[in-house]
């Protein structure tokens, strides 16, 4: 499929047809604009647009003002794509905080490499349970310098109620987590998508990361999935792409915080 095919397929699958990714999530559709509402430990934001200059700004007033509402901080979450051209700087204008900027990859499993292996003395293990959780837990705090606490309940929260539409590994040197992802499986389209990959400080430039993007790729495939979908950053790309993934565009989070503001709700 050329790139052109792929973005498309992931903009229709992925983002104008977007499903909730938990139980307390719900996917709202408001004119032009799809949006995911869930609670404040999930994830709020808008996935999807189809604007213009003419329509824009209004667009933008409304998910203020619905988010503001529910007392909710949310994102936009702008691909480099996405219309009208100046759609960052209007954001900007009207209180977002742009992200750092990432790369939109994808990667069709049959052409990937799936060779990759861990190092001598790394075994990947599955989470299943709140134990493992709690490693996968442990790694991103370590790798990210980031608190995980919103990880561990949406983790916690999928493998209970909906386990078949997630896959979580920690890499283990002995007794300690070196190394973690996850991969969220989309039913109804051809995309799996592979999250929060990170090793820590100490186990890097090993092969870990690769190892864990096989084992996920080999699992989709399994499951009888296509695609799997990536917003790398620069660290990841030059990896990805050795690895049979391709750059379609720049994907940057933009930020809405309510704090401080005229929020309705406590």
């Known amino acids: 499929m050329d790139h052109a095919a792929l973005l498309d397929l992931f903009d229709r699958e992925l983002r104008e047809g977007a499903r909730p990714d938990g139980l307390d999530a719900r996917v709202e559709r408001s004119g032009d604009v799809v949006r995911c509402v869930s609670t404040p430990q999930g994830w709020n934001g808008v996935v999807w647009s189809a604007l213009d200059e003419a329509t824009a700004d209004a667009a933008i007033a409304e998910q203020i003002g619905h988010y503001t509402a529910l007392g909710l901080d949310f994102e936009w979450k702008l691909y480099g794509h ?94 300690e987590p070196v190394s973690a992802a996850r991969m969220e499986l989309v039913p109804g389209t051809r995309f799996a998508g592979l999250w929060g990959g990170g090793t820590v400080e100490g186990w890097r430039g090993r092969g870990i990361y690769r190892s864990l993007v096989a084992h996920r790729a080999r699992v989709a495939e399994a499951r009888g999935y296509r695609c799997l979908q990536v917003d790398a950053s620069s660290q990841s790309r030059p990896i990805l792409e050795r690895l049979g993934f391709v750059p379609l565009t720049a994907t940057t989070p933009y930020e809405y915080t309510n704090a401080g503001r005229n929020r309705t709700t406590p």
Request: net charge negative; proline share 9%; aromatic share 4%.
């Open 82 to 175: 996405d219309r009208p051209a100046d759609l960052g700087p209007r954001l900007r204008a009207a209180g977002f905080t742009p992200g750092s900027e990432e790369t939109l990859m994808i990667g069709e499993i049959a052409g990937l490499d799936l060779g990759a292996t861990t190092p001598p003395g790394v075994r990947v293990m599955p989470v299943t349970d709140p134990t493992g959780v709690d490693l996968v837990a442990d790694v991103h705090e370590k790798a990210f310098g980031e608190d995980s606490s919103w990880l561990r309940h949406q983790l916690l929260a999928r493998l209970a109620a909906d386990p078949d539409t997630v896959v979580a590994v920690v890499a283990m040197a002995g007794d």
